[in-house]
């Protein structure tokens, strides 16, 4: 228990049935899907790097397969008659094994963006999409992709999407552009899920947008391009640029509503964000371990490289950053499950910031300590310090939570506003 401040004390830890749980998870991804993935890696781009190989889909499956058949399945789900009945604070823990390796999510069917296009159509879908998307997504049998960003506006502010949803009869009709489409490249993606104007000026800037699910194969869809992320186009997964032209969708398709996107997106968003944040804590653990073996391993001018130059105080010094950032973000997990999202914002916007930037310099720091070796692709490194760069503009840029933070700490000294 650690006291908030206000009297009321935080349970930031697991119960005993969990950590049982967690520690079966943390085996599996040791033992069974890390030695894979050096294999499972080296088979993107042999043939089309937009299908998966056969023995890609192997391993994947057969992963898959095997933490289904444990009730290591669907993990991020409080549901307990589905999922494992964990609160957000004990997912928070899987999560960070799970970002250990980039396997991991999938094989417990715990990947984004899947896990928050599930909670959308749990949340907001009629029967209808729930058996059509939902019971597909959780049997991990489809993937999904959530459209948001578009090239021609800023999409840091969100009030910008633009893209035109007009209704016509019983059904609406869009055209535009989307972009950074994570997901849509993968040959398993079967149904977006979409943010698109509905609303003309006149009404509320957070009352003009609406989400709406499309299915990927429907006619007038045009996968542009896979979008490239440092000169990598992460196949056969992909983050696409995707034209809509004259895309017919039913009106039952449209998600509670016109002019409801943005309530859908922040209970979308919130539990994700945290998600993400963990798993980038995993990614500093795992980058720190690499750090700490290559230098008690590598020896330069006659001493282990642990002995040379600043290299203990680096090491300390992402010891401790890694701690402070889970701190946090166990935090924001823990506002999350008191209920009140609102309350919860703040802390979100802080981890946001603060985990993607600790991971990326923990990674850049082992990146300097293997030298020429850590920017090829001999280990994990590079792939791991772009991620985490995409990271820090994934679900808003550092600069808009940054404002997030300020504005709710101006307003908690504002005597006008008491």
Not at 371 to 385: K, R, V
Request: hydrophobic share 40%.
């Amino acid at each position: 228990m650690i006291g908030e401040g206000s009297g009321v004390e935080m349970d930031l830890g697991i119960r005993s049935d969990k950590a049982d749980l967690l520690a079966r998870v943390a085996a599996m991804i040791r033992d069974e899907i890390v030695p894979l993935e050096a294999e499972y890696q080296a088979e993107i781009g042999k043939g089309d790097r937009w299908s998966y190989t056969p023995r890609q889909a192997e391993i994947l499956e057969g992963l898959k397969a095997r933490a289904r058949a444990a009730g290591l399945w669907n993990l991020w789900l409080s549901d307990p008659d589905r999922g494992r009945g964990l609160t957000t604070v004990e997912y928070a823990y899987f999560a960070e094994e799970m970002g250990r390796t980039p396997l991991a999510a999938e094989v417990f069917n715990c990947n984004a963006p899947d896990t928050g296009n599930m909670e959308v159509f749990w949340r907001y879908g009629s029967a209808a999409m729930r058996r059509a998307w939902l019971e597909p997504l959780l049997a991990g049998e489809i993937r999904s992709a959530y459209l948001m960003t578009e090239p021609e506006v800023a999409s840091s502010d969100a009030t910008n999407i633009a893209m035109s949803c007009v209704r016509d009869g019983d059904a609406y009709v869009l055209d535009g552009e989307k972009w950074w489409a994570s997901g849509a490249g993968d040959p398993r993606c079967a149904v977006y899920i979409v943010m698109v104007r509905t609303g003309g000026d006149d009404a509320p800037r957070h009352g003009r947008h609406s989400m709406i699910v499309v299915p990927a194969d429907t006619p007038g869809i045009e996968v542009l391009r896979p979008m490239e992320v440092y000169g990598h186009d992460d196949a056969p997964h992909g983050h696409m640029h995707v034209r809509f032209t004259g895309v017919r969708v039913p009106a039952e398709n449209l998600l509670l509503g016109e002019g409801r996107g943005f309530e859908i997106a922040q209970g979308r968003l919130g539990p994700g964000r945290i998600h993400h944040c963990m798993r980038a804590i995993g990614q500093a653990e795992a980058a720190l371990a690499m750090m700490c073996r290559r230098s008690l391993g590598r020896t330069a001018f006659g001493k282990p490289l642990a002995q040379l130059g600043a290299n203990h105080d680096i090491i300390a010094e992402c010891r401790m950053e890694i701690e402070q950032a889970r701190l946090l973000c166990l935090k924001a997990a823990w506002m999350m499950d008191r209920g009140d999202p609102r309350a919860a914002a703040p802390w979100i916007h802080q981890i946001k910031v603060v985990a993607p930037r600790m991971a990326l310099k923990v990674v850049d720091e082992a990146v300097q300590m293997f030298g020429g070796q850590g920017i090829s692709q001999d280990t994990p490194l590079a792939a791991m310090w772009t991620h985490l760069r995409t990271l820090r503009l994934a679900d808003g840029p550092d600069a808009v939570h940054r404002r997030q933070v300020a504005r709710a700490e101006l307003r908690s000294h504002d005597g006008t506003r008491a």
